[in-house]
C-alpha cells in the first residue's frame, strides 16, 4: 500500500449489498437468465442477448431484439481474420473491452476526427453521421456498430445502397425519439426491399445506447459469457 492509499479509509458498512466484482458479475447473468423470456432470440444468439439486457437494464428487452440468424458467425470470423469495430460514438467503442477481442483488433471511432465538422456542415447533417464516411477504407469486412444517432444508420444505410463497401456485420442500436425506430426498421428491411443481406442486430423502437451497444461488441467478440 502506497502513502495515497494509506491515508483513505473504507466507510464503515452502513447497507447490506455484494460488493464482490466477479459475483456482482455472475449474479447478473444468473438473473437475467431467470427473468428474461429467451425463447425468441436464436439459440446462438441467446449469450449476446444477455449481454444487451446487462448493458441496458431491461429484461424486457429480448421481445424487442430482432437478431439475423447469420449475425454472431459472421462477426466472429471477421473478427478473428483481424477486421476492425467501427464505432459511431465514442462511449461505444470505450465501452469494447479490449482483452475480449481475439486480434487486438483496432477500435476505431472518427467522430473527433478534424474533417467530421466542415462535412457535417456541407452536408447538413449531424457529425455522427458525417463520420460515417470516414468510415470507408475500413468498411469492408468490419463489425460496425451504431448505438448513438439514427442519423449514423440513415447514412450506412445509404452508403451502402450507393454501392460503398459493406461491412460483415452491422450492431445498430441508436437510441432517441426523432428516427431511431425508423432507422433500425430500415436495417430490417434492407434485404427484403433491396436485396442486400448483411447479418445485424437491432433492437425495435425507441431503445438503445452506448452501453447497450458496446455490450453487443462485447458478446460479438468472444463466446465467453
Not at 445502397?161 to 456485420?169: I, K, T
Request: net charge negative; with cysteine; aromatic share 4%.
Amino acid at each position: 500500500m502506497n502513502e495515497t492509499t494509506a491515508e483513505l479509509r473504507r466507510p464503515r458498512r452502513h447497507y447490506d449489498y455484494v460488493d464482490v466484482g466477479p459475483d456482482i458479475y455472475l449474479d447478473s447473468f444468473a438473473t437475467i437468465r431467470r427473468e428474461a423470456d429467451l425463447s425468441g432470440v436464436p439459440a446462438e444468439a441467446e449469450k449476446l442477448a444477455v449481454r444487451m439486457i446487462h448493458g441496458s437494464g431491461q429484461v424486457d428487452l429480448a421481445q424487442d431484439l430482432v437478431v439475423h440468424p447469420g449475425l454472431t458467425a459472421a462477426a466472429r470470423t471477421a473478427l478473428e481474420a483481424g477486421a476492425p469495430m467501427l464505432c459511431d460514438a465514442t462511449m461505444v467503442a470505450t465501452g469494447v473491452t479490449r482483452s475480449r477481442l481475439p486480434r487486438d483488433n483496432d477500435v476505431l471511432c472518427f467522430l473527433n476526427d478534424e474533417r467530421v465538422l466542415d462535412l457535417a456542415r456541407s452536408w447538413r447533417t449531424t457529425r455522427t453521421a458525417a463520420a460515417v464516411s470516414l468510415w470507408e477504407p475500413h468498411l469492408e469486412g468490419a463489425v460496425v456498430a451504431i448505438g448513438n444517432a439514427p442519423t449514423a444508420l440513415f447514412h450506412l444505410l445509404e452508403l451502402i445502397l450507393d454501392g460503398g463497401p459493406r461491412p460483415a456485420a452491422i450492431v445498430g442500436c441508436p437510441v432517441g425519439f426523432i428516427g431511431a425506430a425508423e432507422s433500425k426498421q430500415a436495417l430490417i428491411d434492407l434485404n427484403t426491399e433491396h436485396g442486400i443481406d448483411i447479418p445485424y442486430v437491432t433492437v425495435r423502437g425507441r431503445r438503445g445506447g452506448s452501453a447497450m451497444t458496446s455490450s453487443a461488441l462485447n458478446a460479438l467478440a468472444q463466446e465467453k459469457e
